[in-house]
């Protein structure tokens, strides 16, 4: 196999898994610096190979500072070097920002340097800074939150629409939209907000199953600030979407029984006062 494989790196110097199948034989066989050697000759043919430069990452952990700046200007859009360059223990706040910098230069859709690199910053330049992160990473559902809490209520409401635009799928969103209409007094809006998630979102999808708006709701109520118009409005509206179906009080009462487990009293109160108004008339 070893002469097979040194046969075809003769062959082939620039496939990097030739190189990296040779050093993992010796390294199967306890042959560290032969498993060293092939692994620095590979890389000297294939210097972009991510796959060469993670095996000898992981196993040169004690010399890994030296390894890894080498590493980043060969291959400077790999998530996996830039994250273990990150991890490096003694590493100063301003290097860290500084090495946050130089992996968004190259990384600018990875929203999680953004983040980092926001909390290392002074508040003053954290608003600017969220501001371009959502520019670069618009799906992100925690970057809009984080933004959305920055502004007032106009601002704040603008966002939201272009957050709605962008991910329409997205519950977070909607909740989001929810609380900040009720935190602000603003009921009629708070109906329109319930009107239009029950008609964008598409309950058939799997990502987006009735049970899932049913936790969102028992969140609500778990809040510090109990957002009790939302959690009436919009378990009224799923009530009312379900009415006509056969199999309605059950399905509800199922539901029921977990938001008592769960120990959340509004929902449970609201649900029933929804399904008796309809058995009412």
Not at 55 to 66: A, G, L, V
Not at 244 to 264: A, D, F, P, R
Not at 268 to 276: A, D, E, Q
Request: charged share 25%.
């Amino acid at each position: 196999m070893k002469n097979y494989l040194i046969n075809q790196v003769n062959i082939y110097p620039y496939n990097e898994y030739f190189w990296f199948s040779l050093a993992k034989l010796e390294y199967s066989s306890f042959n560290y610096s032969a498993y060293i050697y092939f692994l620095l000759k590979g890389l000297k043919k294939c210097i972009t190979s991510e796959l060469l430069w993670k095996e000898i990452i992981r196993f040169k952990s004690k010399s890994n500072f030296k390894i890894l700046n080498y590493a980043i200007k060969s291959i400077p859009k790999s998530i996996f070097v830039w994250d273990e360059l990150l991890k490096i223990k003694n590493n100063t706040k301003s290097h860290l920002r500084n090495l946050l910098i130089r992996a968004l230069f190259y990384l600018p859709t990875q929203s999680k340097y953004w983040k980092k690199l926001i909390t290392l910053e002074k508040k003053s330049i954290q608003k600017t800074l969220l501001y371009r992160a959502i520019e670069c990473c618009p799906k992100d559902i925690e970057l809009w939150e984080t933004i959305i809490n920055f502004e007032k209520y106009t601002c704040s409401k603008k966002l939201l629409n272009i957050a709605r635009n962008i991910n329409p799928k997205s519950l977070k969103i909607w909740i989001f939209a929810l609380k900040l209409e009720e935190s602000n007094g603003n009921i009629n809006n708070i109906k329109k907000v319930i009107k239009r998630l029950i008609n964008v979102l598409d309950f058939e999808t799997i990502d987006l199953k009735r049970s899932h708006i049913i936790n969102f709701s028992q969140s609500l109520e778990n809040e510090y600030f109990i957002y009790k118009k939302s959690i009436k409005h919009l378990l009224h509206q799923l009530i009312k979407k379900d009415i006509k179906l056969q199999n309605c009080v059950s399905k509800w009462l199922g539901i029921i029984s977990e938001t008592i487990k769960n120990g959340c009293i509004l929902n449970t109160v609201y649900i029933f006062k929804s399904l008796l108004s309809y058995f009412d008339k």
